[in-house]
């Protein structure tokens, strides 16, 4: 009984992971959330500067991998 325990958690993982990517890939590339948080009234550098603080200028392993790590600590925010 053990044994399949420990086999179902093992399997989980990778489902779990491919869920993750999935749906954070669907919320990535779904709109631009810089426009939807700044409105209409921006000027580029605005825009620079929010895109760089949200870490949006970063690949998209990059942002997966803060999105994974926060997830882990319970910060879906």
């Known amino acids: 009984?053990?044994?399949f325990?420990?086999?179902r958690i093992l399997q989980?993982?990778?489902v779990m992971a491919v869920v993750a990517l999935i749906s954070f890939a669907m919320f990535a590339y779904v709109g631009?959330?810089?426009s939807i948080m700044l409105g209409q009234d921006f000027t580029e550098a605005q825009r620079q500067a929010l895109?760089?603080?949200?870490?949006l200028d970063q690949?998209?392993?990059v942002q997966f991998a803060k999105?994974?790590?926060n997830a882990a600590q319970g910060?879906?925010?």
């Open 59 to 61: 690949p998209f392993f």
């Open 67 to 69: 999105f994974v790590g």
């Open 1 to 3: 009984m053990f044994a």
């Open 5 to 7: 325990i420990i086999s």
């Open 32 to 34: 631009d959330p810089v």
């Open 51 to 55: 895109i760089a603080s949200l870490g």
């Open 75 to 77: 910060e879906f925010g």
């Open 12 to 14: 989980a993982i990778p």
